[in-house]
């Protein structure tokens, strides 16, 4: 018997496939080559006394040609077969070689390479992999279009989408095969794995992922603060601002406060003040409490668990030494940090 090469998936530096004095009874099908390499054919060549016949195929972007000595037939297609990375040649939702094979072909495996169902939808997939539910592009910031596609579904039914935080992000409906199709915007919803289900109307369902890269960020009502002049041992008056979540996870908020100088001296920071050396306090909570910062350059905690777009208003204020070595401006910074909440 003649040989009958079907669904294989190719992406190669040299020639898929070379025929040479094989007459006119071998049979290429199912095939998508991509990325052959050589001097003519880096498809597929056809040298002496060869007339393979080549089928619903996708033979492209082979270096030399796609064919040489042959050319394509039935159902043969040159599109970029929109596999899922250089690596992985699982189907994208939207590649052209899903439904675009031969279900007549002799011999057709019960499975695909996954050793799962080798036809889904009502027609074989051209390649290795049959594909059954995906999502395209696999990860995204909000905003990115996404396309999700899948099939083994009731026919003619209603098929809704839960995306992460959202449930029935949005319906669409199955065709005749039980295949379907739709496209969407990542809406906003925190940052990370997010668990994907399309569900028909009898209960059958498919789920896959989608990364939301997370974006941890914050940002300050103001830059600067300043007292004045004020008047030794005594309290300055509380300057007010606000702390904002501006990334798409919880966040920790903490707050550190660097040293008091005016460029040579130094004041130092205790419970109480003294001779150079001065007390301060933060709060969040309207001045209702008042928490002591007891050291210099020491992360304190602000707030746990600050949702996003969340605002923390934040008051601080300091007491000003009994006595001081030197009467100029003395500067410090007050730093806010956030971080992923745990």
Known sequence: ??????????????????????????????????????????????GYSSSPAITYDD???????????????????????????????HLQPTSPCIDAGNNSVPAIPLTDKDGKPRIISGRVDMGAYEFRFGIFPGSGPIGT???????SFTTNSIVSIDFGTHQTMTTTLSSELGTFSTTFVVDTQPGGTKVITARDSLGNYATTTFYIPIIIALSISTNTIGFGIQDL??????????????????????????TFTDGINQWSISLTNGDNRICAKYSVDSGISWQDITSYNTDLLLKNN?????????????????????????????????????
Request: charged content about 15%; glycine content about 12%; aromatic content about 10%.
């Open 145 to 151: 279009l996404i396309t999700i596609a899948g099939g």
């Open 233 to 258: 041992n005594s309290w300055t008056g509380t300057k007010t601002f606000s702390a904002t979540n501006t990334g798409n996870v919880l966040e920790r908020f903490t707050i550190r406060l660097g």
């Open 1 to 46: 018997m003649d040989p009958i090469i079907a669904s294989l998936t190719a992406s190669i530096s040299v020639r898929a496939f070379y025929f040479h004095n094989s007459g006119t009874g071998d049979l290429v099908l199912g095939f998508t080559i991509r990325n052959g390499n050589a001097t003519y054919g880096g498809g597929v060549y056809c």
């Open 59 to 89: 033979v492209g972007n082979n270096s030399g040609g796609d064919y040489s000595g042959c050319s394509p037939g039935i159902d043969c297609i040159s599109a970029d077969p929109k596999f899922i990375s250089p690596t992985d040649f």
């Open 306 to 342: 600050v949702d996003i777009n969340e605002n923390v208003i934040v008051e601080f204020k300091i007491m000003l030494p009994t006595s001081t070595i030197s009467y100029n401006e003395y500067n410090a910074t007050l730093t806010i940090t956030g971080e992923k909440e745990q």
